[in-house]
């Protein structure tokens, strides 16, 4: 069964730093490209980052760019996403995400989310 | 962009939910994608392409459409249907959600 598991979500002050992660299991993570996807509060969903099997490609949203880093394990079944310099805009629930690139791309099994507050 | 119409739908169990999702420009590839969340629990890709139906989901659910209209329809609802549903466009950069169809009792 694919599993996967966020962690990481936290209060943290605007101009702060949070690392997240996503443990994923029930598959061979190496061979799938991931997705961070979130939703804030009262919205809807938003893509956020994208890395390739081998991290060889990599895509930001542009809210997001040159403040978040995503990056993968693929030892540990691992995908991480560091979030420097945040903003109130990005209180969120995070959801980690598997996506099938063979026909498009789309996110094909998510996480439950952890959630990030941004806050003084 | 994505408009997803209507916002609340209210209906009973048994009853047939038609949720439209309209696109701003033509999805030539009908590259769409609809998907299940419920508060707390993982978001469900219920179908892709349109109007392929994702590993396990029941044929309750189908999807059809092409161009700029496209509708999710669920035969019969089932208690564990209500819930928000969300279309997604991977046909043209950047990719984009619509803001949801609330399908409650």
């Known amino acids: 069964e694919v599993q996967l598991v966020e962690s990481g979500g936290d209060l943290v002050q605007p101009g702060g730093s949070l690392r997240l992660s996503c443990a994923a299991s029930g598959f061979t993570f190496g061979t799938y490209s991931m997705n961070w996807v979130r939703q804030a509060p009262g919205k809807g969903l938003e893509f956020i980052s994208y890395i390739s099997p081998t991290s060889s490609a990599i895509y930001y949203a542009d809210s997001v760019k040159g403040r978040f880093t995503i990056s993968r394990d693929n030892a540990k079944n691992s995908l991480h996403l560091q979030m420097n310099g945040l903003r109130d805009e990005d209180t969120a629930i995070y959801y980690c995400?598997?996506?099938?690139?063979?026909?498009?791309?789309?996110?094909?099994?998510w996480g439950r989310g952890t959630l990030v507050t941004v806050s003084s | 962009v994505l408009t997803q119409s209507p916002a609340t739908l209210s209906l009973s169990p048994g009853e047939r939910a038609t949720l439209s999702c309209r696109a701003s420009h033509s999805l030539g590839r009908s590259y769409l994608a609809w998907y299940h969340h419920k508060p707390g629990q993982a978001p469900r890709l219920l179908i892709y392409?349109?109007?392929n139906r994702a590993t396990g989901i029941p044929d309750r659910f189908s999807g059809s459409g092409s161009g700029t209209d496209f509708t999710l329809t669920i035969g019969r609802l089932e208690p564990e249907d209500f819930a928000v549903y969300y279309c997604q466009q991977y046909d043209i950069s950047p990719r984009t959600f619509g803001q949801g169809t609330k399908v409650e009792i």
């Open positions: 995400a598997r996506v099938i690139t063979t026909s498009g791309w789309y996110e094909d099994f």
């Open positions: 392409g349109a109007s």
